[in-house]
C-alpha cells in the first residue's frame, strides 16, 4: 500500500481517505505504469549482405559492400537497442554466412520478429543511383513502404521505389522481411558519401531505425 501511494505521491492520509475501489483503481493505474515501462519494443533480425570472401557488389568495384552493409547494420543494431528492440544479427563480423542460414537464423528468432537485409547496389552503368527497398510476401510492403520513405527522405538520393522481388531470403522467410538497397556504390558521389562518411552512414542507420519503429512496435 506504501509503495503504491508512494508511486503516486499521495500522503498517507490521502490514499487512507480513498474508498476501497478507488485503491482498487489507483492499484491497476499503477501495475498499468509498470507494465509500460518494462514493455519490450518488438524483436529485429538484422541481416548485413554478404560478408567473408563473399565482398557483393560487381567485380573490381571501388568501394566494398559487404564492409557498408555491416557499418550501417551495427549502427541500425545501436539504434534499435536504444528503443527498446531486441536485435539478432546474422551476422555481426566479416564472416560469410550461406544465404539458407540468413533465414534459419530468422526463423528460430523467437518473438514474431520481422527480417530487415542490408545491402548496396551496384550497376555497370555507373551513372545508376538511388534508393531500393524491396519485399516479396504482401505483409512485408508496410514495413518496406515506412522504411524506404524514410531513407529516401534522409540519403538525399533518387527515389527508385518499393519493389517486389524474389530474394532468397525474402521468399524462403515466413518473417515480414525487407531487403533495402541504400545507393550505389558504383556511382562516384553516391558511392563516395556512402563510403567515405560515417554521418551519412549515421543518417542512413537513422532512417532505417526510424521506419522500422514506425512499423514495429
Ligand atoms: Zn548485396
Known amino acids: ?28 493505474l499503477a501495475l498499468v505504469a509498470a507494465g509500460a515501462l518494462n514493455l519490450r519494443a518488438g524483436t529485429v533480425v538484422l541481416d548485413p549482405g554478404h560478408g567473408g570472401y563473399d565482398p557483393g557488389g560487381v567485380p573490381r568495384q571501388r568501394y ?50 520481422v527480417f530487415v537485409s542490408i545491402h548496396l547496389n551496384s550497376s555497370p552503368n555507373t551513372g545508376a543511383a538511388g534508393v531500393e527497398t524491396y519485399h516479396y510476401s504482401s505483409k512485408s510492403a508496410r514495413l518496406a513502404r515506412a522504411i524506404h520513405q524514410q531513407v529516401v527522405a534522409a540519403a538525399g538520393s533518387l527515389d527508385r521505389g518499393v519493389r517486389r522481388a524474389r530474394f532468397y531470403v525474402l ?18 558521389s553516391e558511392g563516395a558519401k556512402i ?23
Do not use: Y
Open 1 to 28: 500500500m506504501h509503495i503504491i501511494s508512494s508511486l503516486f505521491s499521495l500522503p498517507a492520509r490521502v490514499w487512507n481517505s480513498l474508498g476501497a475501489s478507488s485503491r482498487c483503481f489507483a492499484v491497476s
Open 195 to 217: 563510403a567515405r562518411s560515417a554521418n551519412h552512414r549515421q543518417k542512413l542507420a537513422n532512417a532505417v531505425v526510424a521506419g522500422i519503429c514506425s512499423v514495429v512496435r
Open 171 to 188: 521468399r524462403h522467410n515466413k518473417r515480414p522481411s525487407v531487403l533495402l538497397e541504400l545507393g550505389f556504390l558504383t556511382n562516384a
Open 64 to 113: 566494398s559492400e559487404k564492409a557498408a552493409a555491416l557499418d550501417i547494420a551495427l549502427r541500425v543494431r545501436a539504434g534499435l537497442l536504444a528503443r527498446g528492440h531486441r536485435v539478432v544479427m546474422t551476422r555481426a563480423s566479416d564472416v560469410f554466412v550461406e544465404l539458407s542460414e540468413r533465414v534459419a537464423i530468422s526463423k528460430k528468432t523467437s518473438g514474431s520478429p
